[in-house]
């Protein structure tokens, strides 16, 4: 055994012993972070763990073992996780980290990433697979010690955007092409919305636009009768979608294409930041108001209007993959739209609305 109370003479002699290892016993060091951390021996083939708490000190002592480039194996057993930390309270040795990676299901290299951004999979590296990637391979882990071959990689198309392109072991470099292709999708469905924004706000009267007609003094606008009640509806508490943040007084993503710029932290949205804002003449005093909900609200209005209304709400739940029932009635139309989404390539499903109907309504736009 080995701990910081020994003497120096106790150390010595208990390094060197383990070093010999002229029986099975001494093969064996219980220790703690004192030798954990300080040994540099090419010849350590297992390190055990019990209850961890710190990350910053767990990759420490795992890297112990395998300095030879042999295979070797690190088991972790743990009967409690490490405390929570208040939030504010600093986490500079990493506990929530090793909370999460204790209860993680994914490549245990992953969750070493909080130390080291470069971290990579064990498919990605072409390594030993951890105890999570046997699992999800269903190899046996009592088997993974044996003298068995190891998996192939998975097969990917080399070309995301091409399904039936040649098939080639997956890499680093093919995964990060596939969540390029897949983040290409939402931009380009975000560079339409911009442009359908910037239409609308160059002509001035949100309304008119949505009729497509040209606004004069003497217009009528043709509003729903439940206008203010269809858009008291749409005041929804949103989970954000990870990879498209948006502005949630406007709806407006974040960042590029858009432009929207960030919210301030720890403060009140500064609405006169918001990019897209028109003049609403139907309020008395008239006031600038977010255009996506307000759009939303006159596209759905638009609809009851339509003389060929039954078959353009057909097609437009046709475009949305969702049923007709869903854009005739504002209720399942917002529970539509509250719908979590968590895929790279998609956007909020309130932004697919607006740019369905724009492309029935403006086709050769």
């Known amino acids: 055994m080995f701990h910081g109370q020994m003497s120096n003479k106790e150390k010595k002699d208990t390094d060197k012993q383990w070093k010999d290892a002229k029986s099975l016993q001494d093969q064996w060091m219980v220790c703690t972070l004192a030798y954990g951390q300080g040994i540099d021996y090419s010849s350590v083939r297992v390190t055990i763990h019990k209850d961890p ?79 999570n990637c046997e699992k999800a391979a269903q190899i046996p882990f009592m088997f993974s010690i044996a003298d068995f071959p190891r998996l192939d990689k998975p097969l990917v198309p080399s070309d995301p955007s091409n ?59 043709k509003r729903h009768w439940a206008f203010n009640s269809l858009q ?11 990879n498209w943040p948006f502005c949630y007084h406007c709806w407006v993503p974040l960042g590029h294409p858009c432009n929207h710029p960030p919210p301030p932290t720890k403060s009140p949205i500064d609405r006169t930041q918001c990019p897209y804002q028109v003049h609403n003449s139907e309020f008395t005093p008239p006031k600038q108001v977010p255009i ?56 909020h499903h309130f932004i697919k609305y607006i740019i369905s109907w724009y492309n029935l309504t403006r086709p050769s736009h």
């Open 53 to 131: 708490w710190e990350l910053i000190n767990y990759v420490q002592e795992t890297g112990r073992s395998g300095r030879d480039r042999n295979v070797s194996t690190c088991y972790t057993f743990w009967s409690s996780l490490p405390p929570a930390l208040e939030p504010s309270n600093p986490d500079h040795i990493g506990c929530e980290e090793m909370r999460r990676l204790l209860q993680s299901s994914e490549c245990l290299r992953l969750g070493f990433a909080a130390l080291d951004r470069t971290s990579q999979s064990c498919v990605a590296l072409d390594g030993e697979l951890c105890s």
């Open 163 to 221: 399904p039936i392109s040649e098939l080639v072991p997956i890499t680093v470099q093919t995964h990060a092409a596939s969540l390029r292709a897949q983040k290409a999708v939402a931009e380009h469905q975000l560079v339409k919305l911009k442009h359908i924004l910037d239409s609308a706000q160059a002509h001035g009267c949100l309304d008119c636009w949505v009729y497509d007609q040209r606004h004069t003094a003497d217009v009528i606008h």
């Open 292 to 347: 996506i909900p307000h759009l939303i609200v006159l596209i759905f209005a638009h609809m009851g209007n339509r003389p060929n209304k039954i078959t353009f709400e057909e097609a437009l739940a046709k475009k949305l993959g969702i049923m007709t029932y869903q854009v005739k009635r504002m209720p399942e139309l917002v529970k539509w739209f509250k719908e979590r989404v968590t895929e790279t390539q998609d956007v």
């Open 232 to 242: 008291s509806q749409l005041r929804i508490y949103w989970d954000q979608n990870e």
